[in-house]
T-cell receptor, first 114, second 116 residues
Framework: AQSVTQLGSHVSVSEGALVLLRCNYS??????LFWYVQYPNQGLQLLLK??????LVKGINGFEAEFKKSETSFHLTKPSAHMSDAAEYFC????????????FGSGTQLTVLP | GAVVSQHPSRVICKSGTSVKIECRSL??????MFWYRQFPKQSLMLMAT?????????EQGVEKDKFLINHASLTLSTLTVASAHPEDSSFYIC????????????FGQGTRLTVV
């Protein structure tokens, strides 16, 4: 079964520090991978996605993620955290083919300290 | 980007009443929409797949008679929580699939349902 694991339900960083949110997927077939951000009481906003093109994907708000097949990982990074980055982040996977549904990780709450 | 509008954003209802939540794709047609439920501090759990013109496909453990889904047009899916009870209180989120070269899911802003 397809699954995605996010290590660390809570991550705290200082403003200006590096943000690293971890995501690993389970599959023998490269999937489509996504990172979403959710602010309180709101829906999900797509940050970036990997769809088998470039392995380093740049998204909105200065975020990027690198697909590493050997590690089955798709970690999200941002060089310098901003207070407005504080939110819940979800990694999601979708496999190629007819299925359209996403499988979400458990989420990581990012706190940015002043 | 494409826009998915979900309405209402918040609703409080009495136990035993029914609540309808709408999910509209405003600038694209969506054959497929999904309904998710999210408990506090948890991830999104897929409830059902809504298919335009056919019956919804429910995930295991989701009561189809409790959570009624209607996808009557290519831009609108509705989720009706029938005879709501306090345990149905949750955050419900829809997503609509825009098909094409870059198939992508777009999410509504969510509905906070509180059953009192």
């Amino acid at each position: 079964a397809q699954s995605v694991t996010q290590l660390g339900s809570h991550v705290s960083v200082s403003e200006g520090a590096l943000v690293l949110l971890r995501c690993n997927y389970s599959s023998s077939v490269p999937p489509y991978l996504f990172w979403y951000v959710q602010y309180p009481n709101q829906g999900l906003q797509l940050l970036l996605k990997y769809t088998s093109a470039a392995t380093l994907v740049k998204g909105i708000n200065g975020f990027e993620a690198e697909f590493k097949k050997s590690e089955t990982s798709f970690h999200l990074t941002k060089p310098s955290a901003h207070m407005s980055d504080a939110a819940e982040y979800f990694c999601a996977v979708r496999y190629s083919g007819s299925a359209r549904q996403l499988t979400f990780g458990s989420g990581t709450q990012l706190t940015v300290l002043p | 980007g494409a826009v998915v509008s979900q309405h209402p954003s918040r609703v409080i209802c009495k136990s035993g009443t029914s609540v309808k939540i709408e999910c509209r794709s405003l600038d694209f047609q969506a054959t497929t929409m999904f309904w998710y439920r999210q408990f506090p501090k948890q991830s999104l759990m897929l409830m059902a797949t809504s298919n335009e013109g056919s019956k919804a496909t429910y995930e295991q453990g989701v009561e189809k008679d409790k959570f009624l889904i209607n996808h009557a047009s290519l831009t609108l899916s509705t989720l009706t929580v029938a005879s709501a009870h306090p345990e149905d209180s949750s955050f419900y989120i829809c997503s609509a699939i825009r098909e094409g070269l870059n198939t992508e899911a777009f999410f509504g802003q969510g509905t906070r349902l509180t059953v009192v």
